[in-house]
Structures are given as C-alpha cells and as structure tokens.
C-alpha cells in the first residue's frame, strides 16, 4: 500500500547534548511501518536503507513486536553466568540452518568481528603456533570501529586520529586471487572478507575469488572467516551469503537483521575452531540476551512460512531493472548499478555527489543513503512491493530531476 499523505513542514528537533559524531539528516523520524517512515508532520518516505540494511521484515512487524513485548514481560537480562531459553534456542537453530558448530552472541558487528579476530589468534595459539597471528583483509573493507575491527577495516578516512592501531593486521586487493595466493602464509591467522562489500558502495566478490581464499587457507592453515554482517540474513536472497557463493567458510558473523532492529551479533563457527574460545577467553555483559534474541528467533520463525529468498530475488531484479532504466536515462551522471538480491548500489560519477540526493530525496520523499565510493546504496526491507518498488523509482527519477535542477 502507497500511503498518501500531505506534506508538511520537516520539523527538526535538535539535542544539543547528543554528541556530534554523526552527520545526521535535518528530519526527525517518529515511527514506521513496513516499507515507510513517517516524520513529526505525518510526511512519508519510503524507505530504501531499512536502517542500513537492518529491518529485514520492514518496520513494526506485529509478529517480531509481540515476541518482543512477550519477552520483556518475562525476562529481559539475566548476563552470561546462567543459561537461558532464547539463546540457547537461536544458537540452535542457527547451527541447524548453517550446519555449523558453536555461536557466541555479542550486540553489534563490530563485536562480533572482534570476536572473530580473537578466535582466529586464540585458535592459531591453542595449536602452538604462536606467531600465527596475522588479520588479513581486503582493501576497501570494514569491518567496524571497534580498535581491532577498525584495524581491520582498509578506509584511511576511519583511521585518521586513531592510531597507534593495533598489530598484526594486513591488507590485500579484493577479487585478487594472485595476491590473495602472495599474501597468505605461515603467519596469517585467517583471512576475513565481506562476501558483498557494503560500506565501499557495494562490491561482490566473485564466486572464483571465494573458492580460492577458502582453497588457499586450507593449504596454508589459515581460517577463511566471512563477514556476513551487511550481507548476510537473506538480504541476497539465500539466508547467508556463503550458501549463495556455495563456499563454506571456517566463521561468519551476522549482526544488523539478525533480530530485525534489535541490537545483537552473532560468530558462528564450525570445525576445530568451533572450540577454541575457552571459559574466560572471551565475553560481554547483554549478548544474546533475552529480547534480542527472542526477536531473532522470531525473525527465523516468519521466514519459514514467508519465502522471503523467493522474494528477494524477484524483487531484486525488479529493483536493477529500474535502477539500470535510470542509469540509462542518466548516463553522464550514474554507471550501471550494481549487486545482488536487495544490496544494490547505483555508482555516481565524477561532478557529482552521491550525498546531494539524499538529501534532496526528503523533499521526495524518498528515504536514501550513500556509501563508499560515492554510491547511492539501496538496502530496502526485504519485504518490499513491486508496487512499492516502482513508486521508488517515481520518486528517484524526481529527486535525481530536482538534484540535477538546482
Ligand atoms: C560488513 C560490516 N561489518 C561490520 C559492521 C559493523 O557493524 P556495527 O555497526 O553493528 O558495529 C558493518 C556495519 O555497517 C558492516 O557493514
């Protein structure tokens, strides 16, 4: 359904004790509803960013809603020093949809890729190879911004002001099998890489590239660790990206929709490495904790009634089909678009910027995001109309219109 709504003044509420550290849109946001947003004035955007690819299910699903409202009315923390149901259940049934072995539950991506780090080290360390402790990853990744998944992350941008970062952290040319083959030996820990890149404006890998990291590290016993925090969760229409690319890494990590809004992340890890996080190696106070996961479980639960892949892919298509109209239409401002499923990206070229429309996509109502290398992104929920779809490229062509106007 199209909501139509008057538009009003975007009213802008200011909190002058919110530090600065985010460059924020002038509009408030007060709630949503599958596919749209609605500011303080009623005005409606329809949403293609899902909170940067996190409400898989659109917004105030009523059925992750009531799990949520039942959970915090029966217990909402407990911490780690006990076991209880609702994670216990989703680090089951994430090892029966991926075949894995062992979950640990933090809150974020970043965590879960620090955690990756420290398996990867802690895992080299448990075997006696104590000098197997390098972090490789691919140039135009991130990871994070934590310290050691900031360390991980290639963006000079993220860094500037950091440092010192951490040790023991390298970085190779993504999709470069022959570099890949250079850069991994006797001292690399694992090899972490995002199956689709997110941040740098949506590059995937190719299949070739994945099947010969994974062939790579077993020959030279590193662990093949995939970030699947953007990418995973359905969002290219498999559930994790590594069944898509039919590689099967030694780790994942799955944050942002995992619990479709709720903070919660997630390393999943099979084989000898499965245990090598001991008591005490490795912890955090709220992760996993009973609502977060409670709303996973949830999440998973609809998905096995709902063929949300069935949809992602045809609605995917849908999605480039308009965006590749648009690029055509547009030819000195955008390239083709690019990506899979619903984590599209439609490249800007050089004169313009990326950011210009989605500011001018408010007055659209459009709801935008860029990433990277000057890249309008496009991470819509993943339950998204065709309907809704074409009224999105309606209001594009008229932001890209009004954008290349003034
Ligand atoms: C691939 C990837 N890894 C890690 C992260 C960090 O996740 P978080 O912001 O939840 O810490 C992100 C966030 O954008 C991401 O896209």
Redesign the pocket.
């Known amino acids: 359904m199209i909501p139509v709504v008057a538009r009003g003044a975007r009213l802008v509420t200011t909190h002058p004790h919110v530090m600065a550290n985010y460059g924020r849109l002038e509009i408030n946001i007060v709630r949503g509803e599958g596919c749209w947003l609605y500011d303080e004035s009623g005005n409606a955007y329809l949403d293609l960013v899902a909170g ?2 996190v409400c898989a299910l659109g917004h105030a699903h009523p059925r992750i809603a009531r799990a949520v409202a039942e959970q915090a009315a029966t217990l909402v923390h407990v911490s780690n020093l006990v076991h209880h149901e609702p994670a216990g259940m989703l680090a089951d049934r994430l090892a029966e949809l991926s075949g894995f072995d062992t979950v640990f539950f933090c ?7 620090e955690a990756a780090i420290k398996l990867a080290r802690k895992h080299a360390w448990r075997r006696g190879e104590k000098n197997r402790n390098v972090i490789l990853a691919a140039h135009g ?6 310290l050691g ?1 900031l360390a991980a ?1 290639d963006n000079p941008a993220y860094h500037e002001g950091f440092e010192p970062l951490p040790l023991g952290f390298a970085h190779v040319p993504f999709n470069d099998v022959a570099a890949l083959d250079a850069a991994i030996g006797e001292t690399t820990a694992c090899f972490l890489v ?1 199956p689709v ?3 740098s404006g949506i590059v995937p890998a190719t299949r070739e590239y994945l099947r010969a990291a994974r062939r790579i590290c077993d020959e030279r016993g590193a662990l093949l660790i995939f ?5 995973g969760m359905g969002r290219l229409g498999r559930l994790f990206a590594h069944q898509l690319y039919d590689v099967t890494p030694d780790a994942f ?1 799955l ?2 929709s995992l619990a479709n809004g709720l ?1 919660i ?1 997630a390393l999943i890890v099979r084989g000898a490495a499965a245990t090598s996080l001991q008591p005490g190696d490795h912890g955090t106070t709220f992760g996993g904790s009973p609502v977060p996961a409670a709303a996973a479980l949830e999440h998973l639960a609809i998905r096995d009634v709902v063929d949300i892949d069935a949809q992602v892919t045809t609605a995917g298509q849908l999605l480039t089909d308009e965006l590749a109209a648009i690029a055509r239409d547009h030819g000195d401002v955008f390239e083709a678009p690019r990506g899979i499923g619903l984590m599209l990206g439609l490249p800007v070229r050089e004169g313009r910027e990326a950011k210009t429309f989605v500011t001018r996509g408010l007055d659209h109502g459009v709801f935008l995001n860029a990433a990277g290398r000057n890249t309008l992104r496009f991470v819509p929920p993943l339950i998204i109309s065709n309907d809704e779809i074409r009224e999105a490229a309606v209001r594009l062509r008229a932001t890209i219109d009004a954008t290349l106007r003034s």
């Open positions: 940067i690819a809150n974020s991506g970043a965590e879960a890729n990744s991130f990871h994070g911004r934590t998944a992350t995002e890149q997110g941040e970030d699947e925090v953007q990418c990590t944050a942002k903070p992340g």
